[in-house]
């Protein structure tokens, strides 16, 4: 029964008209891309800027690449980037050998060892580089040598202390200690990244301990250990040059030895600036290949 005062309709006897279908050719529309014109002014004006900037930097005889090309090569330029990369290597292998040992002690059941290395890395994060190498590089002031026995006993070895902890020492030792507690912070990242079900179907088939973090854990946590981990060499292979407060012949410190005795200050420090954007591209490179093997077996 109807609520309405009109009739019902019957749909089988309506004479009301049916729409014909519309028959619409689509080739025949105009496809009218969409306009970006604002798009386009950015890219012109940013292009405008490139070329200016690259012909002064090509033309303006300030930048005096004859002394560049002089320099660049040179016998006491290449020997600071040896020290650069000396100094690179050992506090990245130094540093993130400590570091892993940090991370395991922050994921570690005991409460006692997760607040050393906690206040450890609290430490070394909150401790400027250079305070950390001016403490080092003056630490036979605070200990005049350094013994080796029983503890708050008599010592068997003891070794004099500014003799044993000279200005590449004490780089090497303040690099690898600042680098610890971020390397620790990032092995950690990447050890919780891994599903926790994989070690408990690890230990139910009877794997060590040791055995399950070597051949199981750390694998999977490279792929999110590497990116950090290469962000962290290339800024420590950068922050180098911090080293030069301790008068050790880096290759920043060079630099600034050279141009100060030829008041050459561009070129020399443009000889410094190549030299890191090369070897920090070769640092890149090695990154992606290692982290495409790290990758393997996995979808990117």
């Not at 600071?80 to 570091?99: I, K, N």
């Not at 004099?160 to 902890?165: A, F």
């Not at 030299?275 to 790290?294: D, F, I, N, P």
Request: net charge positive.
């Amino acid at each position: 029964m109807s609520l309405t005062s009109d009739p019902p309709i019957d749909k089988t006897t309506s004479t009301a008209p049916v729409p014909a279908t519309v028959d619409v050719d689509y080739g025949a529309l105009e496809v009218v891309p969409v306009r970006h014109p604002w798009r386009w002014a950015a890219i012109a004006a940013t292009a405008v800027l490139l070329a200016q900037f690259a012909h002064g930097f090509l033309t303006n005889s300030g930048w005096e690449w004859g002394v560049f090309a002089e320099f660049f090569t040179a016998d006491v330029i290449l020997k600071a980037v040896w020290t650069t990369l000396q100094l690179t290597f050992y506090g990245t292998a130094l540093g993130f050998a400590l570091g892993v040992v940090l991370a395991f002690m922050r994921l570690s059941a005991s409460r006692f060892l997760r607040a050393v290395s906690f206040g450890y890395i609290w430490a070394f994060r909150s401790i400027p580089l250079i305070v950390q190498l001016l403490f080092w590089f003056n630490l036979a002031y605070l200990y005049k040598e350094l013994q080796f026995g029983i503890p708050f006993g008599p010592g068997f070895l003891s070794f004099d202390t500014m003799g044993l902890v000279g200005a590449m020492s004490a780089a090497v030792l303040g690099l690898a200690l600042h680098q610890a507690a971020y390397a620790a912070e990032i092995v950690r990242g990447g050890v919780l990244a891994v599903d926790s079900g994989q070690l408990e179907a690890a230990a139910a088939l009877g794997i060590p301990r040791l055995r399950q973090i070597r051949r199981i854990v750390l694998p999977q946590a490279m792929r999110s250990i590497l990116p950090n981990a290469a962000n962290e060499v290339i800024s420590l292979f950068k922050g180098t040059s911090i080293v030069s407060v301790m008068a050790i012949g880096e290759l920043f410190y060079q630099v600034q030895v050279i141009y100060g005795r030829t008041g050459r200050v561009v070129p020399l420090l443009m000889v410094a600036t190549v030299w890191y954007v090369l070897l920090t591209s070769a640092l890149s490179v090695l990154q992606h290949y290692v982290e495409r093997h790290y990758a393997k077996g996995t979808t990117r």
